[in-house]
């Protein structure tokens, strides 16, 4: 059984930074890729950021790049994301996700297979 457990949101300034993390556990595709998305209050889940299978390719939503990172070192490691420079509309709860080994510009929400219960993230102006 796949069980995603998201961790390390919670309430900041804007202009701080957290770091949320996701441990992962059951995936048995041979590779995958793992992603981060969010919903704000009515609002749709919106991609945030993707990682191919080997860490080395990643992809990020226009409205994080620069001030997001996605990371993982390995398969048997949790995967993180540095969220540096917070903004008021970065408030939404997070939610990392698993799916089939693709091209990361072609993830999106309704793709991925296995998804984590959230954390929230509220920035504060």
């Known amino acids: 059984q796949v069980q995603l457990v998201e961790s390390g949101g919670g309430l900041v300034q804007a202009g701080g930074s957290l770091r949320l993390s996701c441990a992962a556990s059951g995936v048995t595709f041979s590779t995958y890729i793992m992603g981060w998305f969010r919903q704000a209050p009515g609002k749709e889940r919106e991609f945030v950021a993707a990682?191919?299978?080997?860490?080395?390719?990643?992809r990020y939503a226009d409205s994080v790049k620069g001030r997001f990172t996605i990371s993982r070192d390995n398969a048997k490691t949790p995967l993180y994301l540095q969220m540096n420079t917070l903004k008021p509309e970065d408030t939404a709860v997070y939610y990392c996700?698993?799916?089939?080994?693709?091209?990361?510009?072609?993830?999106?929400?309704?793709?991925?297979?296995?998804w984590g219960k959230g954390t929230l993230v509220t920035v504060s102006s």
């Open positions: 996700a698993v799916g089939p080994s693709i091209a990361l510009s072609k993830v999106e929400a309704g793709g991925m297979d296995y």
């Open positions: 990682i191919s299978w080997y860490g080395h390719i990643t």
